[in-house]
């Protein structure tokens, strides 16, 4: 039955013409990247979570630096403050840091390429205007969405990326629930933290900050940066579609037509293909 039902929906499908986006190349890439990067952090964290246990074993800590070099230079420094109280470790811990060290080496490079292509984007330049907003998650967005004008209304892209409430109905009833956390789950944990380095970090103040806040003491922080993340993907499409930069004034830019914001090249090299 679902084997017939899917044979008919690709039947009806070339007499309705509707298709399905295929990324550019260059996002797809962009996503690799920061996949990688992403289990490189993982990979470094783990590491670094064992050596701790291992210091803390002994009666002693390690302070936890993502510069390079930092790692050796730390256990280096720990180990001979345990030797002059009398305590030794006698497991060899060089191929643990020589791990953190490569691991960190490799993150710290692949951050400078992703700042260099970020600054090479204007869309993702622009985007960094955002207070909280950096380079990841700039190119998390840019590559997640592709292209802007797929999208009929810029609020669009909060139920894409899974930021928006479930509704329940019933009959009568009808009630709304979590977040639906459809669409790319490392886009919208991006956009959260965003969000959070907004209204906990930044200090400078603009409407979307004043906004955050003042829903935070209804409704509790951990809702009211799911509601700013959803805003934030909601301006950096109106912001991707018209050229602007982030107004902390909220001022709404006048909607451009792609050609007048220069996303030619987007929407050319997106492929679209019939079901």
Request: net charge positive.
């Amino acid at each position: 039955m679902d084997a017939k039902g899917l044979a008919e929906l690709g039947r009806l499908a070339q007499s309705f013409g509707p298709h399905v986006f295929i990324k550019p190349v260059e996002h797809q890439d962009i996503r690799i990247m920061i996949n990688i990067r992403r289990t490189l952090l993982k990979h470094r964290a783990r590491t670094d979570a064992l050596l701790q246990s291992i210091f803390r074993l002994h009666g002693g800590s390690i302070k936890l630096l993502n510069g390079r070099g930092s790692l050796a230079a730390e256990v280096a420094n720990q180990l001979w403050l345990l030797s002059t109280n009398g305590v030794t470790i006698r497991v060899d811990l060089d191929p643990l840091v020589r791990m953190g060290e490569d691991l960190r080496s490799h993150i710290w490079d692949m951050d400078r390429k992703m700042r260099t292509m970020a600054a090479s984007i204007p869309v993702c330049a622009r985007f960094q205007t955002i207070p909280g907003v950096g380079t990841i998650t700039a190119l998390s967005f840019y590559s997640a969405v592709g292209d802007p004008y797929r999208f009929r209304s810029n609020r669009d892209v909060g139920p894409y990326l899974g930021l928006t409430p479930n509704l329940y109905q019933s009959g009568a009833t009808a009630r709304r629930g979590r977040i639906s956390r459809y669409g790319n789950k490392l886009t919208r944990s991006h956009l959260i933290t965003a969000a959070t380095v907004l209204l906990r970090t930044i200090k400078t103040e603009n409407s979307l900050r004043t906004w955050g806040l003042r829903l935070a003491t209804k409704i509790g922080f951990l809702k009211a940066r799911v509601a700013v993340a959803r805003k934030l993907a909601v301006i950096m499409m109106a912001m991707w579609k018209t050229g602007a930069s982030f107004d902390p004034d909220k001022s709404k830019p006048r909607f451009l037509q792609p050609e007048e914001a220069g996303l030619d090249r987007v929407r050319i090299s997106g492929t679209k293909i019939p079901l």
